[in-house]
């Protein structure tokens, strides 16, 4: 009798294994095809994104190729120009104290240490160092606002001769 017991109770426990290991299975089965699923929308919506961006580059060329024919051109290409020749000059700039020294004469400098020393007061000497520092790289940064202008407008009049040229080379082959 404890024989047929222990065979029903084994053959119930073999089932309830069973039924977990194909739960288990199913589960597994389900979460694949969630994550295969989830890829695939993905992907379509990327196609999508990717599908939208190159029809706004091609609604945007003929607008901007319109606005160079009529004069109108927004000057985009400038801008971006003036910020990679910014961020190169950025690049190449030295540290501030260097620079200053470099743009500002040295007796100016001295002259000035020694209004600092002069004075006692600690705070009022930071202040006026601080202040006189300003006031020298402000005076760096507009000159190099200056340089950087002249270069962008030697620029602009190298492109207007160059199209200058190019206008009137044709017409003096033309009269030889």
Known sequence: ??????ERQEKKEAKKK??????????KKIEE???REKERIQKEEEAKLKEVEKEE?????P?????????????SKDDEMEKRISKWVANLSLGE?????????KDEQ?????EWEAERDVVRRHAME?????????RVMREKKRKVDAAIDAVKDLGEMQQLTLKLTPQTLRKR
């Open 1 to 6: 009798m404890a024989v047929i017991l222990r």
């Open 110 to 114: 001295e002259a000035s240490m020694k």
């Open 63 to 75: 607008l901007e190729r319109r606005r160079e024919q009529r004069g109108q051109y927004s000057g």
């Open 18 to 27: 069973a039924l977990k290991e194909e739960q288990v299975a199913k589960l």
């Open 33 to 35: 095809e969630m994550a």
């Open 97 to 105: 104290e260097e620079e200053v020294a470099m743009y500002i004469p």
């Open 57 to 61: 580059e091609e609604d945007d060329q």
């Open 130 to 138: 601080d202040e006189k520092r300003m006031e020298w790289k402000l």
